[in-house]
Every structure is written in C-alpha cells, then in structure tokens.
C-alpha cells in the first residue's frame, strides 16, 4: 500500500520525498501495467539489437532466450518485493472521532490522511486481482465522492476487523458497512464497551467542560434549544432536528463519559448508555417514550429520543395539589398496561423507577413512561445494583435482586404520592386514607395491597393490580 492507493491530498504528501521514493510508490499501484510493459519493451529490443547484430539471422535469437526468461523472472520478484515492502509499512488506527491512514515511506517519512467519521459515506470489503492473485481490499467511500482501497492484510496487521466494523457501524450510523471479517474468531468479537473503553483510553481535553449553550450544533443536525434538567444519571436538552428537511423537536439526554483508561466508573457508563439505548429501541409501545438513536461527540453520549410535550406527574401535584381518586384509578390502570408489556418481554423488562417524576401527562392527557436509564432485564442468574429513589423501593430490590412485581410496589407507592401529595414510607405497606380520609377503604387497601413490603403478600402481575383497579372503577 502506497500513497497513490491511498489518493492523498498534496497537503498531506511529504514535499521531501525522494525520486526513488516516488518510483517505488508508482511501480506499486499499477504493478500489472509495468510489469507487461517492461517485458514488451524487453522483447522488442532484443528482436531490434538481434536483426541489426545477426544480420536477419533469427535462429541465432533463440540463445537469448534463457537470458530473457532470466531477467523476466528477476524483474518480476523485484516487483513482489516492492509490492511487499510497500503493505508492510501502511497502518490503520481509529478514535471516536476519525480514521487515520498512516503511510510510511521509502525515505522514512510518514504522511498520513484524516478521515473524520461523519464523512464517511460506506465501507466495504471484496475481492480485486493484483498481482500475487486476488487480494482481499476494503473500500472506504466518501460522502463527496472521494475514495480508498486498502490491502485486507494491512487493516488486520493494524487493528481488528471486527472493532473497525463496529466502530463504523457506532460512529458512522448513516454509512453502509459491510465487511467480510475472516475467520469469526473470539478475538474479532469485541463488544461495544470494549470498543467505547478503546476510544476513551487516551485522555484528551474536552472543547466544552460545562452545560451545552443554546444554538450549538451536535452530530451536524441537532440544534440545542435548552436544558430540560438534570440528575444523577446525566443532563436532558431538548434540541430540534436542523436537517433541512424537518424541524422535530428531541431530547439529548447527555452522559458524560469519563476518560481515564481502565476505571470501572467509565466501564459502567458506557455499559449503561449501550443498555439503555438497546432496550429503548426494541420497546414498541404508544406509552413509553421512544430512543431515535445514539451518538458520541466530545467525549459525551447523548440518547435521543422522543420529545413529550407534558408535565411530570409530580410536577403537577406541586403546582395543583394531589389528584383525584378517579384521576388516580385512570393513571394506574394505564401504568398497568404500560407494566404488563415490559413484564411480557422475553426476558421480562424490569423499569426499577416507577416515580411520579417518571412518568409525564401530555397536553392530551395520556400518559409517558420515561427514565429508562435504570431498567433492568430479568435474567435467571443477575444480579442488579441498587437504584431508584428509596421511598418506591420494596425490600428486594434494596437487596439487588428486583423481579416484576416491584415495578407494582413502586406504582402503588406512586399513586399513594398522587392522592396524598406525600412520599410513601420506606419499606412500609401504604394506607393513603390515614393521610386523605376522604378516600374509599377500597382504594386505600388495593394500595396497601400493591405496596406489602412482602412478596407473598403483593400483587403476582401487572394484570392483576390492573384488575382490581377496574373494580374501583364500578364501585
């Protein structure tokens, strides 16, 4: 590989390379077509020098045969050798921000070419006749037309196969990637934490240490409006899409990654932005918010997702005081679907969060479930760590081992807080009516119900709660 295959700009080109230099990379990127015109030229003088040696004597040509073939045959190891000398000295190395192509010369400068990943129009492998045979190359397009071929061998000699193909598919999302990774081994199947942790290694200095300013442009379309707030988990924004097409209104919810290599805070981050977005594309309900995607940029994840145009419940109860009980049945039945498709998934989907922050009311008056940041699949073998806010939480799930039904301890928690406009007790069976006696006994003990602190003594699913719920309501 040569800097001619590798169609460098001039600016990048060593100005000091030297003529042998120059020839070598010439006599590489058109091999074939050298190689047949030296052997043309090579026959045609010998016929010249023989007619004009030998006096029309061809028959005595055919001494020179040997020495034809001979000088065929050196000519054409020359030419492996220099194909050879030239792939060794190509190497290939990526970030989360650009692929750089590193090309070392004859004269023992390096000239390198910067290919930012959003100009990245696709990457793909096939299979192209050189001169040792078919060569396996890899074809990087860009969105202006420009484009690359590089050796296989080369990109396997510089980095993974498999982490290129997945950092393209991370960090390019818009680019088609398709390539052939040989032999499928354990070490080509690298996981996106690895690949994240391998483009934060290096510590570097962020262009912005503090919150994102309104009119800043991120991922070249999403145009940042405002803060939406802020918690343990990182900020919200909500941006406009500036594509030139549409103008949709999403939330950037932002994390930023840590960058000191190896820390298992960085290990954790990455992990749970990786889940969460994950989850969030494979859930398919008109109650749960929807994730349109992820990116990576200066040194920070964002999710986007779908922008909801209400107040959290919570919200609510502070600026007009607690809800109805009719309000609340409502709520809890629609919480109920929401709970019965995560629990229906396969694994069952545990949101771990059920809070009155957590869920928003829209301008039509349905309902949102969001905050999927702590949702947890149920696995036979898991272990999850502790997480949502301590008043919603029932005992297992202090203990790391939360099932579906507490997802119905934290619902019957939240409706307690929306009649009451207080905070449940910890680990304590909820009896709303102590706190507003004008509630039914029938609403106070289905809530008492969905909050025991013990299993057995809990609602067994999301149907069942949503049950006795719909007998209130005939009450």
Not at 49 to 65: A, M, P, Q
Not at 365 to 389: C, M, P, R, W, Y
Request: proline share 4%.
């Amino acid at each position: 590989m040569n800097e001619s295959d590798l169609n460098l700009p001039e600016k990048v080109k060593d100005k000091g390379t030297n003529a042998l230099g120059r020839i070598f990379a010439h006599l590489e990127r058109a091999k074939m077509r050298y190689m047949s015109l030296l052997l043309v030229l090579w026959v045609v003088g010998m016929l010249t020098l023989g007619n004009d040696r030998f006096n029309g004597d061809w028959s005595t040509i055919s001494v020179y045969i040997p020495q034809m073939l001979s000088l065929c045959s050196f000519l054409i190891v020359i030419l492996f050798l220099l194909a050879a000398r030239q792939r060794e000295r190509s190497t290939i190395s990526f970030d989360s921000e650009q692929i750089t192509i590193s090309h070392k010369q004859s004269n023992g400068k390096v000239s390198s070419q910067i290919i930012p990943w959003w100009k990245l129009k696709a990457i793909t492998s096939e299979q192209k006749r050189g001169l040792t045979g078919r060569q396996d190359v890899v074809r990087i397009e860009y969105i202006d037309g420009e484009r690359i071929e590089l050796n296989l061998s080369d990109l396997i000699n510089s980095v993974s196969i498999g982490a290129f193909a997945n950092a393209a598919r991370l960090l390019a999302p818009n680019a088609k990637t398709s390539l052939a990774v040989p032999g499928n081994s354990a070490e080509e199947s690298i996981s996106y934490t690895q690949l994240w942790l391998q483009y934060f290694s290096t510590p570097s200095k962020r262009e912005r240490i503090t919150d994102l300013t309104d009119g800043l442009i991120l991922d070249r379309k999403y145009k940042v409006i405002g803060r939406l707030g802020s918690g343990g988990q990182g900020t919200a924004y909500l941006a406009v899409v500036d594509d030139g097409k549409t103008h949709t209104e999403v939330v950037l919810k932002e994390y930023i990654l840590p960058v000191h290599k190896g820390t298992a805070i960085m290990e954790q981050t990455l992990d749970k932005l990786r889940k969460e977005t994950e989850l969030l594309q494979r859930l398919d309900h008109p109650s749960i918010v929807k994730c349109l995607g992820y990116f990576v940029e200066d040194y920070r994840g964002y999710v986007i997702l779908e922008y909801v145009d209400g107040e959290s419940l919570k919200e609510i109860v502070a600026a007009e005081g607690p809800f109805t009980e009719g309000q609340v049945i409502a709520i809890g039945i629609n919480c109920c679907d929401i709970l019965d498709y995560l629990h229906s998934c396969d694994p069952p989907v545990i949101h771990r969060d059920i809070t009155p922050d957590n869920i928003l009311r829209q301008l039509s008056g349905e309902i949102k479930l969001v905050d999927f940041n702590v949702a947890h699949q149920l696995e036979s073998s898991a272990t999850a760590t502790v997480v949502g806010k301590h008043c919603y939480l029932p005992p297992e799930q202090f203990r790391g081992k939360p099932v579906p039904a507490s997802d119905l301890y934290a619902l019957g928690g939240t409706m307690h807080f929306l009649l009451t406009g207080c905070e449940p007790e910890p680990i304590t069976a909820c009896h709303p009516r102590t706190k507003r006696s004008a509630l039914s006994s029938a609403v106070d003990e289905v809530i008492a119900r969905a909050t025991c602190p013990k299993l057995g003594g809990r609602y067994a699913s999301a149907d069942e709660f949503r049950s006795d719920l719909r007998l209130l309501t005939t009450q």
